[in-house]
């Protein structure tokens, strides 16, 4: 059996040239429409990643399972009924693959220590983040793609590991629609370098994130109940700066470190300065 992936970003297979420690180029380069993908009132920004390994290419590589208790009784709600263990066994198996572990204090900077120290006298309970890195040298630049392979991203894991199993990834490819015979998914079709290509498969999995994939959904006439696109969750975030009395260099070392848990409805996070806005200042 065959496998081929089909990706709207490009691959880029060269992490020492491709991707080069400076923000804007990397956002034009990695990111979704440039980074400026928004909301239609453009009040929030969504970032996400467009290249082969996805997201996971420009992302801090951080590592939470979902909370199962509470998810899946809502999932099973929406028809999708997922066997609790079987989740777990898989959870367990890809984060041995991908060397998931907690942050070492060594590995962050000084923000992590200050986080943790404040949230103990606040009484809020508060950790260091599990992560998927290997060998990490905390250069803190993982938003911008790992020069340095040292995030376990699907670029440099499972991807190439498909690959030698004789998958194929074709790269910037447009207009994706799923074909159907009987209203039975039978294949894919796209257009690559001005081409047109039609794969035939007998199986057909979507998974170009909750925008990408539901956009795939609904250019190929696949709108079940019409919820394609609707419940829309996604991963939400408010920057709040502090000041501190001393330099802390939050950009030196893993920046997105700690997290605590404050309230059910939300957690609080460390994050990265921006190092080329704050050096230029
Ligand atoms: S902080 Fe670690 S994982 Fe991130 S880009 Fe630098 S070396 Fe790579």
């Known amino acids: 059996m065959k496998s081929i992936g089909a990706e709207r970003g490009k691959r880029f297979s060269n992490p020492d040239k491709d991707f080069q420690h400076d923000e804007m180029k990397m956002y034009a380069k990695l990111y979704k429409m440039c980074g400026l993908q928004s909301t239609k009132d453009n009040d929030v920004n969504i970032a996400q990643g467009q290249c082969v390994g996805g997201s996971t290419v420009i992302n801090n590589a951080i590592w939470l399972r979902a909370n199962l208790k509470e998810v899946l009784p809502v999932w099973a709600k929406a028809g999708a009924h997922i066997p609790e263990q079987e989740l777990i066994d898989n959870y367990e198996f890809i984060e041995k693959k991908l060397n998931v572990s907690p ?9 992590a220590e200050i986080f943790l120290t404040a949230c103990k006298k606040m009484n809020i309970p508060a950790e260091y983040l599990s992560h998927n890195r290997k060998e990490c040298l905390g250069c803190g630049w993982c938003n911008y793609g790992c020069r340095y ?6 670029l440099i894991t499972f991807i190439p590991w498909a690959e030698a199993k004789g998958a194929h990834i074709a790269d910037q490819v447009q207009h994706v629609v799923i074909t159907k015979k009987d209203g039975i998914a039978n294949g894919v ?46 991963l939400g975030g408010i920057f709040v700066n502090a000041e501190y009395p001393e330099p802390l260099d939050s950009y030196d070392g893993i920046g997105l470190n700690c997290i605590a848990h404050a309230s059910k409805e939300y957690l609080i996070e460390t994050f990265i300065l921006l190092q080329e806005y704050f050096r230029s200042q």
């Open 103 to 111: 942050i070492l204090p060594h590995e962050t900077n000084k923000t």
């Open 189 to 234: 079709s796209f257009i690559r370098d001005n081409k047109p290509y039609l794969v035939r498969a007998d199986k057909v999995v979507v998974c170009a994130g909750a925008i990408g994939s539901t956009d795939v959904l609904l250019q190929s006439g696949i709108n079940p109940n019409g919820q394609a696109g609707k419940g829309f969750h996604l």
């Open 149 to 154: 392979n040292r995030k376990t991203s699907m």
